[in-house]
């Protein structure tokens, strides 16, 4: 008789490949090493240092007092719905329906929804890269395979390769995973090449999954990047991720929503069923404030991501040893170190030398492999030391 039993490390055989295949963070594996260096300046997330400002609490902390603990609206309470209408008309200028919107757990949760709808096993999704992890990882998790099309790198500048895109299509591409202004790059599309992305849209007949997430973080004076709302009709194969995490500080919150045609409202309250049953109504009441109230404190956090950019990109550039460009938009620089091609090794080395916490460029796919990411929404004290420490580290290096 054979007594031996499975182990976890055999047991794990048994489970679903892309389950068991999900790829680890890079990101977190230098967070890991580093996160209980005393002193250590963390730049290596997409969160600010600012906590989410008093008057969404208060919204949220009124609402727990007045018992709103139950069950709620599976696509979001109205007054939500409708202050996202109310949100989206004022920046957009034009008119949006409460119908188009549905709130959800997260900005992932309403990616993972929005991959779930499109594509499955058997289908592509192409993703320009250096890109967001998890957009290769919720494409491969739900089964489909995602198809990287590395953008092209000129002098730490970032462009869209239109041609090579479309040669990535195939007749198994379900979508694209249009990311801007861009993590980690901040890249962003202007109003002519998200034209010529609807137009490979239209002709393909795929969809663009559009996560503008970013959009505010913009330093040339405008209010906002350009956005697919701008040029697309109501027929169009777009549908948009987003999440109240960078514009209000509102990362560990876990609030997004999703905007899609009103035609696929029971589709989408379905699927939030099925995994979250409703996002907490006390919650959804912070959020209703950070829309309503929140001009004020983005205009302040955009400020502040201003000044912080120009701490990093001048400081990082005056040590001759890197190569990059101001981003266009979002709140992230992305360099490369001359002579340094594993970004890997580097992010750790300099948690040891710099005592500064960077994201490497490998966790970004392709296209992302020898550079870092530093993210710069961070009060410019700890920023000006960062750079200072990067800058000892670098030129000993």
């Known amino acids: 008789m054979n007594s031996a039993l499975p182990t976890g490390s055999t047991l794990i055989a048994d489970l679903r490949p892309e389950a068991r295949e999900a790829p680890e963070s890079g990101i977190v594996e230098v ?3 580093g996160r209980l260096r005393e002193g250590l300046i ?3 997330v997409g969160e600010g240092d600012l906590p989410t400002p008093a008057f969404i609490r208060d919204a949220a902390a009124r609402s727990l007092a007045a018992g709103e603990t139950f069950y709620t609206w599976q696509r979001g309470i109205p007054e939500l719905r409708e202050a996202l209408a109310r949100y989206h008309e004022r920046l957009y200028g034009q008119p949006f329906s409460p119908e188009r919107f549905f709130v959800t757990g997260s900005g992932m949760q309403s ?3 929005v991959v779930r709808m499109i594509a499955g096993p058997g289908d592509e999704l192409i993703i320009p890269t250096p890109a967001w992890p998890n957009f290769v990882a919720a494409t491969s998790v739900g089964g ?5 099309v590395p953008m092209e790198y000129d002098q730490g500048r970032f462009t869209l390769d239109l041609g090579k895109l479309e040669a990535a299509i195939t007749p198994k591409t379900r979508g694209m995973l249009i990311n801007s202004p861009s993590n980690p790059t901040g890249w962003t599309a202007t109003k002519a090449e998200q034209e010529a992305l609807l137009a490979l849209s ?10 503008e997430i970013y959009g505010r973080f913009v330093y040339d004076g405008s209010a906002r990047a350009p956005s697919f709302h701008d040029i697309m009709a109501p027929e169009d194969r777009v549908i948009f991720v987003q999440t109240f995490s960078k514009n ?4 560990g919150w876990r609030i997004g929503w999703i905007e899609a045609p009103e035609a696929f409202g029971q589709v989408i309250e379905n699927l939030i069923q099925y995994s979250t049953s409703g996002s907490p109504v006390f919650v959804q009441r912070g959020a209703v404030a950070a829309l309503d109230e929140g001009e004020d404190f983005i205009a302040g956090q955009i400020a502040r991501a201003a000044e912080g950019r120009r701490i990093v990109h ?6 001759n040893r890197v190569s990059l460009a101001a981003p266009v938009g979002a709140f992230y620089q992305f360099f490369t170190v001359d002579g340094r091609e594993d970004s890997r090794k580097l992010a750790l080395d300099l948690v040891d030398t710099a005592n500064v916490g960077l994201a490497p460029g490998t966790a970004f796919g392709p296209g992302g492999e020898k550079g870092l990411r530093l993210c710069f929404a961070r009060n ?3 920023l000006t030391e960062a750079v200072a420490r990067l800058q000892k580290a670098l030129m000993a290096a």
């Open 31 to 33: 967070m890991n090493y």
């Open 42 to 44: 963390p730049l290596w």
């Open 111 to 113: 990616l993972q929804i």
């Open 144 to 148: 489909a395979r995602p198809v990287c």
């Open 202 to 211: 239209r002709k393909h007949g795929i969809w663009i999954v559009a996560d």
């Open 248 to 251: 209000w500080a509102m990362t």
């Open 314 to 319: 001048e400081g990082l550039k005056a040590t």
């Open 380 to 382: 410019a004290a700890d």
